[in-house]
């Protein structure tokens, strides 16, 4: 039977296992850019960071008739917001890079922005924007993976589809208040 050509030979996978130990995950068969790939992830953990920073000051802010589930629901998001930037941050180190938790230029390398808002419904719509921009930022760099590097694509494209919940939810909140 004819072998799979395709697929490297047991003795050289052996052999490239044994170089460069030190790098751990990151074996010689990584095809992504390490260095473009470590750069995204910090912008997207400084998006994750702003946005939790923006719901907990929405979640504290909220008042009016109906602050109290919208206040609740901002509070699950920031959360879930926390566990993507956590996610993140472990990736970046199995990566070999280091998570960029500096307060200096976090906004700035952030993609999506930090509006406070004056009342519920601008805080809501503030919110939907930025989930916006975090889906459309998140789809491009799951194309621009590809893939070069499954194990990254596949965790954003986790966060992404709880983006999108975060969008509908907020939509959803906006119809029944607005
Ligand atoms: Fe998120
Ligand atoms: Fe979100």
Redesign the pocket.
């Known amino acids: 039977m004819a072998k799979k050509k395709f697929l490297t030979d047991v003795r050289t996978l052996r052999k490239r296992a044994r170089q460069h130990i030190e790098q751990g995950a990151v074996t010689q068969g990584y095809r992504a850019k390490r260095a473009t790939v470590l750069k995204l992830l910090n912008d997207a953990l400084a998006?994750?960071i702003v946005?939790v920073l923006r719901y907990k000051r929405h979640h504290f802010m909220a008042s009016g008739i109906h602050a109290q589930s919208v206040a609740a629901e901002f509070l699950q998001?920031a959360n879930?917001?926390q566990?993507?930037?956590d996610e993140i941050s472990q990736r970046i180190v199995q990566l070999g890079g280091a998570p960029n938790l500096s307060p200096e230029g976090m906004l700035s390398r952030s993609h999506s922005e930090y509006v406070e808002g004056e009342n519920l419904i601008d805080m809501i719509k503030e919110d939907l924007v930025a989930?916006r921009v975090?889906i459309d930022s998140y789809r491009e760099m799951i194309d621009y993976i590809g893939g070069d590097d499954s194990t990254t694509r596949r965790m954003l494209e986790g966060?992404l589809a709880?983006?999108e919940e975060?969008a509908e939810d907020l939509v959803t909140l906006l119809a029944e208040l607005g």
Request: net charge negative; proline share 0%; glycine share 0%.
């Open positions: 998006t994750e946005c998001h879930e917001e566990a993507h930037a989930e975090a966060i709880m983006e975060h």
